[in-house]
């Protein structure tokens, strides 16, 4: 499920957040709370403010598309389109394929693209499964995503909206959610807007998921249908 953007920028088939100035980054972020200096603002403290349930006390999945730029034994790191640097740890329980297949860690190497799922704390993924250079199925929204905004540290948020926002939608609602259906929302979102990190996704009272999207001036929340298909953004 991909756009045409991210297929020629790193396809894919299937962060805490903090904000300053008014745009969201990561910055010396740790679970559950970040900081980007003075006037930020926790987003557990944010969500629970809201009365949501999504409020994160701990780690959760999502995962990020980018370049590698480094390997080691226990980890590697990769860039994002938009350049957020992220830490990518192994684990013995990691996957890995190449494209479709099955492949193992030394698939992943200096300059290959790649797709990883998993536990996001801050700038830091422990790796449930690592595709490299995913290939391309299609795309995963029901219209055409605007192009997302690199962030700027002091720049204000975007305030744009793509798609269909779900009706009665409330910043902070939601329940975190996590395994095989995390990870497929958290695919389809990165497939449609490259460049961020996915810190959680939180399943809604209509059945969508709004996945939580970090490292970026915009988008900040991508909806995703019961069917994974990405319906808006803001």
């Known amino acids: 499920m991909l ?13 805490v957040a903090v904000i300053g100035g008014g745009a969201y980054g990561i ?3 740790t ?42 034994t226990s980890s590697f790191t ?26 193992s ?9 790649v797709l990883v799922l998993g536990t996001v704390n801050g700038t830091t993924i422990t790796a ?13 929204t029901t219209f055409t995503p ?4 690199a962030f700027q540290r002091g720049a204000p948020s975007a305030a744009k909206q793509d798609g269909q926002i779900p009706a009665n939608y409330t910043e902070g609602s939601g329940t975190i959610v996590s395994g095989t259906t995390a990870n497929k929302a958290t695919a389809a979102a990165l497939a449609a807007y490259p460049g961020g990190v996915v810190d959680r ?20 929340h991508i909806f995703v249908s019961k069917s994974f298909k990405v319906v808006g953004a803001d």
């Open 31 to 72: 679970s559950g709370a970040g900081s980007a200096g003075a006037g930020s603002a926790p987003v557990a403290n944010v969500a629970a403010a809201k009365g949501g349930s999504n409020a994160r006390s701990s780690a959760a999945a999502g995962g990020m598309v980018g370049t590698v730029s480094s390997v080691s």
């Open 201 to 220: 996704v939180v399943k809604l009272s209509n059945g969508e998921y709004e996945v939580h999207n970090i490292g970026v001036n915009w988008p900040h």
């Open 128 to 140: 449930t499964q690592v595709v490299v250079h995913p290939a391309g199925t299609g795309s995963p």
């Open 27 to 29: 910055a010396g972020a």
């Open 3 to 15: 756009t045409r953007r991210l297929n020629t920028a790193i396809a894919v088939g299937a962060a």
């Open 105 to 113: 860690a030394s698939a992943v190497k200096k300059g290959a693209s």
């Open 146 to 149: 605007s192009k997302v905004v």
């Open 78 to 103: 990769a860039t994002t389109s938009a350049g957020q640097k992220v830490t990518v740890k192994k684990a013995s329980t990691t996957t890995y394929k190449k494209g479709s297949s099955s492949a």
